[in-house]
């Protein structure tokens, strides 16, 4: 893990640190501000799902990024959590509990990390690809359990609750929308600050230390089982809340929230936004709220878009969109970045004719497939495309083979221009560390 | 008493599919440190692909032929995106073949649709193998293929199928194959050398990669022999990847991760506990009430302990999992601890 990067050496001043004021103010206002400039319904739903999102793959990354724990079964917690919440929120409609429904999220917290103790006992006994199996195990199991106890996890039809409970406090019912997107916005920040918080701690240092070289850590002293374990049941108390945050905003909780799916979009997620960086989850979770609400309307082949985009983002940058970026602010900030624009236009431009060719071409098989009953002809933005005769097939493959050919010429180029960039920034770098 | 006879070979046929896949599966694992996550959709692929040749040659050229273009693809995705992550470590290794088998799910679908396909045992392989009769005097006969209905008006028949049987086979035979190849020809001593001793048999002249992509190519093909006949005798469907996967992994934890051994007993155990259970229709209340404790089915556990065996039997390979991993961590055969 890298050291705590100043966000800028101007910012700091003693005894503030103005630069991480600025950042996590920024942060804040962007969470609560959101809800309140954007009313539309469409916008609402975004938002407050972006919120949940994070919170979860931030969670998710205290175990893949921090811990180097691959889980296959993430899910699990913010589930369970999520139903425990919902529980309690019909519990406290039924006045037999009194528990206020801005704290349900912590309900949902609690059940999780009691459910990453119990079970993390027996997933964090083993790393690496044991551990990524054993967890992708544990979730089925849990999955078979949700239909086999319908007295819990409610059968198909799920657990539906009421979030508006007894009387306005202050004038605040969580019926509106905006309340709970305010809500949710609300804990969205304090989870990310407490998660931020431990990766600090000395216990966030050991864990990293778990992840690069756990047979030294056991040599000074410490366990690394209890020290993944530890870090499994914090993630767990965190997917937990978002679980409970997740109960409260759709008021149903079913039995697919702890299924393997959603725990797959979880890793795929996070990993696409960077799990290098301690705010690479975040866009992860942005973009997850993108891909499931937006895209998918969009289109039918967004699974298929997304596993492509995976693919191609574990092969060209393992560190996801983060590690872009962070790497583009190190060229910014040694003067290197704006001899790149130039490449990136090209890389840009070449990238869109073939994606736009390749979408094309897939478009049109899943329209073959899915709509036939409303003849060959379709709308592929803006144009009007036969998906039965050759014309529009050869189109798209020549302008996706014309598009690939010049993204892999601006590619190898790009490459060669990189890597002297990089060897050069080594090079001032190591003679600023002699001098 | 015939029936559970029967029950035993279903779980057995289970088993043994269990185990083609859980041998390639092994053998890229120990050898590439690879958990091949796309294994299962190597399966699925094995189906369908089977199923479209068979629709067009035949079952016999679709055996041969399937295996063979999903051997080719694995080796190909070896090739151009595994070798490429190899240096990002494991974890980028994993989630590579998670990448390709959410891709193998959408393609399938995309390909041959949503709905299951009717790939249906060839004509030599319909019907019953043998047929157990138990007359009414209480003697039993095994009649081979289906008894007439002459003699089951008056005697309890339990036909065993054809397609269970071929499997077994099949799977004894490539057992069988996979064992002769790996200790006698030549190139399998070079892949069990390069098991432990990589850089010692590229020093003497191998080209390891090339071994690599091949062990890899030869255990996706393993999965699409599976998926062809596995294929015929259950569902072929989209959400046959899946119910496969997560037990094909369980299999190898519960086996021990590398041990061919391990991963036999594992699927042959996991084979029997997902089948035969589903016959036994009582639950831990009735056995509570049996022994004397007939309130055992109410107040806060009861709805758990009112659940059938029947009921629970999905569950029984993970509970097996969390069992062995407290007891025996390393799995019921592995020899590494990580």
Redesign the interface.
């Known amino acids: 893990m890298s050291e705590p990067r100043p966000a800028s050496p101007g910012f700091r001043f003693r005894p503030w640190n103005l630069g991480r004021w600025l950042v996590w103010g920024t942060y804040a206002l962007v969470l609560l501000g959101a809800p309140l400039a954007f009313t539309s319904s469409l916008a609402q739903t975004l938002i407050s799902q972006a919120g949940i999102a994070i919170i979860v793959c931030l969670s998710y990354n205290l175990l893949l990024g921090e811990g ?1 724990m ?1 889980s296959f079964g993430h899910a699990v917690y913010s589930g369970l959590g999520g139903f425990v919440a919902i529980h309690v929120l019909n519990l406290a409609s039924a006045g037999a509990l009194h528990w206020p429904v801005s704290l349900i999220p912590l309900a949902g917290g609690l059940a999780g990390l009691f459910f990453a103790t119990l079970l993390g006992f ?1 997933t964090t ?6 551990f ?3 967890t ?6 849990v999955w ?2 949700s239909l ?2 319908p ?1 819990f996890f409610g059968g198909e039809g799920g657990v539906t609750g009421d979030r508006v409970v007894g009387k306005a406090v202050l004038g605040v019912t969580f019926g509106p929308q905006v309340q709970v997107s305010l809500l949710i916005g609300a804990w969205c920040w304090a989870c990310t600050a407490a998660m931020f918080a431990f990766t600090r701690t000395p216990l966030g240092r050991l864990l990293n230390a778990v992840r690069d070289n756990p047979e030294r850590v056991a040599f000074i002293g410490f366990s690394p089982q209890r020290v993944r374990w530890i870090a499994f049941m914090v993630a767990g108390f965190f997917a937990g809340v978002a679980g409970g945050l997740a109960a409260l905003n759709f008021e149903i909780v079913t039995a697919e929230v702890v299924g ?1 799916p959603r725990s ?1 979009a979880f ?2 997620f996070t ?1 696409l936004g960077g799990t290098s960086a301690f705010f690479g989850p975040i866009i992860g979770g942005v973009l997850m709220v993108l891909g499931t609400v937006v895209l998918s309307q969009l289109t039918k ?1 967004w ?2 878009y ?3 985009a ?2 191609v983002m ?2 060209a940058a ?1 560190g996801g969109i983060a590690s872009l970026v962070l790497a583009n602010l190190r060229l910014a900030a040694h003067g290197r970045l704006r001899a790149f624009g130039r490449l990136y236009a090209a890389l840009a431009a070449s990238g869109a004719a073939a994606l736009a060719g390749a979408s094309a071409m897939i478009e049109m ?2 329209h073959l ?1 899915l709509n036939q009953a409303l003849g060959p002809m379709m709308r592929f933005g803006g144009l009007a495309l036969d998906a039965s005769h050759a014309p529009a097939w050869v189109g798209a493959a020549a302008l996706l083979a014309a598009g690939g050919i010049l993204f892999e010429v601006a590619r190898r180029r790009f490459r060669v221009r990189w890597d002297e960039a990089q060897v050069d920034i080594g090079r001032v770098l190591a003679r600023r560390e002699a001098a | 008493m015939d029936q559970a006879a029967i029950d035993l070979l279903n779980g057995l046929s289970a088993g043994l599919l269990l185990f083609m896949l859980g041998a390639g599966l092994t053998l890229i694992f120990s050898m590439m440190g690879v958990l091949n996550f796309a294994h299962a959709g190597f399966y699925m692929l094995g189906a369908y692909v089977g199923w479209s040749i068979a629709c067009v040659a035949g079952f016999g050229p679709a055996l041969v032929l399937a295996p063979l273009a999903v051997g080719v693809a694995g080796a190909l995705f070896e090739r151009t995106c595994l070798r490429r992550v190899h240096r990002h470590g494991h974890v980028a290794e994993l989630l590579v073949t998670f990448g390709l088998s959410t891709l193998i799910l959408e393609l399938v679908q995309l390909v041959w649709g949503r709905a299951a396909v009717p790939f249906d045992p060839p004509h030599w392989l319909a019907g019953p193998a043998f047929t157990l009769v138990r007359a009414a005097e209480g003697g039993l006969s095994v009649v081979a293929g289906a008894a007439p209905a002459t003699l089951c008006a008056h005697a309890a028949c339990s036909p065993f199928p054809a397609t269970r049987t071929f499997v077994m086979a099949v799977a004894l035979a490539m057992l069988l194959a996979l064992w002769l190849l790996l200790t006698r020809t030549r190139i399998g001593l070079v892949i069990q050398a390069a098991l432990t001793h990589p850089r010692m048999v590229e020093a003497l002249g191998h080209d390891v990669p090339r071994v690599f992509m091949l062990v890899f190519g030869a255990g996706c093909a393993l999965a699409g022999l599976a998926g062809v006949i596995g294929g015929m005798t259950f569902v072929t469907e989209p959400a046959m990847a899946a119910a496969v996967g997560s037990i094909l992994f369980v299999v190898v934890v519960v086996g021990g991760m590398g041990s061919l051994v391990g991963a036999f007993v594992a699927s042959l155990l996991v084979g029997l506990l997902q089948t035969v259970p589903l016959t036994v229709d009582r639950s831990l209340a009735d056995a509570l009430g049996a022994l004397g404790w007939p309130g055992a089915g109410e107040g806060m556990l009861g709805p758990l302990l009112r659940l059938t065996l029947a009921q629970v039997a999905p569950i029984l390979p993970y509970l097996l999992l969390v069992l062995v991993l407290i007891v025996r961590p390393r799995g019921l055969f592995g020899t590494r601890d990580e």
Not at chain 1, 136 to 141: A, F, K, R, T, V
């Open positions: 180097g691959l027996v006994r083993r790393a690496g690809t044991t990524a199996m054993i992708l195990g544990i979730g089925e199991l078979s359990m086999m106890l007295e393997a797959g890793l795929l990993f082949a699974p298929l997304l596993g492509l995976f693919l574990v092969m393992p098989v899943y497939e």
